[in-house]
């Protein structure tokens, strides 16, 4: 079903229509031009959608880096990125997740295969509150991003888990160290105590800051360990919490096409990748913005 949204896009005489991207979470948004500068009632019908859906896919965009970052900034504080593409950067906040290569090495991040359900930078005492991609090529098969709700992973848990999960918090840890670390999870017994491990303990249970609702905020690629309980007993409620928050009706996959810009709220989302042929060139342009500390 589409429907008109209340807000006009200043770019476009059309009003913005909008559609459900599944049961699961997620709108698309058409009718509206990111390169264009927007008004702020256009804005605030946008972030309304997200807050709502989670995750935001407004297809047909045509957006140079700097235009890209102009709209992320609208939603807040863009973070730094530190390497990728450092020659082509017009910008510290723009990084490539791509499996492009030069001089048979790769120039951008997390280039090849599969990846584990996971949210932004959770390893950190601020991970990123939203995460945009802008899709520049997309390969013929594969490479599809998945993306899963943490509100209804919550709320459909049993009250027992509930209250279990009440006060607990669980280490997160990335390892720059892994080569191949997007097909890794940091749970293995290579991660721990590695020095270029990187960890921080968040609460199981996030309450969104602006939502208000509750969110499971732990996932199969970097959460550790719960703090405080022993090995084998946090080892099994991590993977039973993993089993339940990936169900099927948590989920949408989104299969790519070029132009497609898609903004995610790390903050309730999960995602995570398909593999795809490394024969084919994938390229998406990213950039993240600053959270708070998950309480
Ligand atoms: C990411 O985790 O930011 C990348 C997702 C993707 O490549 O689909």
Request: negative net charge; proline residues 7%; glycine residues 6%.
């Amino acid at each position: 079903m589409t429907t008109a949204a209340k807000s006009a896009s200043p770019s476009s005489a059309a009003p913005m229509q909008t559609r459900p991207l599944s049961p699961a979470l997620g709108i698309e948004i058409t009718g509206i031009d990111l390169s264009q500068p927007m008004d702020d009632a256009t804005f605030d019908a946008i972030q309304k959608l997200w807050y709502d859906n989670c995750v935001l896919c407004i297809p047909g965009q045509k957006l140079e880096d700097l235009e890209q970052v102009r709209f992320a900034e609208r939603f807040g504080e863009l973070a730094v990125t530190l390497h990728e593409y450092e020659a082509g950067k017009v910008h510290p906040a723009l990084m490539y997740v791509t499996n492009e290569k030069k001089d048979g090495k790769f120039v951008g991040a997390l280039p090849d295969g599969e990846m584990y359900f996971h949210s932004d930078m959770c390893y950190l005492e601020r991970p990123s509150m939203a995460t945009m991609l802008y899709a520049m090529v997309i390969p013929s098969v594969g490479g599809n991003t998945l993306f899963a709700n943490m509100y209804k992973a919550y709320e459909a848990l049993p009250e027992a888990t509930k209250k279990q999960l009440d006060g607990l918090k669980a280490v997160n840890t990335y390892d720059p160290g892994h080569s191949n670390y997007a097909a890794m999870r940091t749970r293995m017994p290579s991660s721990a105590g590695s020095p270029t491990a990187r960890s921080y303990a968040h609460p199981i249970v996030f309450t969104h800051p602006v939502t208000g609702r509750k969110a499971l905020y732990i996932n199969r690629l970097m959460t550790e360990s719960v703090v405080g309980m022993p090995r084998d007993e946090s080892s099994a409620l991590l993977e039973s919490l993993f089993d339940h928050q990936e169900q099927p009706q948590f989920i949408y996959e989104h299969r790519w096409t070029p132009g497609e810009v898609i903004i995610w709220d790390n903050r309730c989302t999960l995602h995570a990748r398909t593999d795809f042929s490394a024969n084919e060139l994938r390229k998406l342009r990213r950039v993240t913005v600053k959270g708070d500390k998950p309480v």
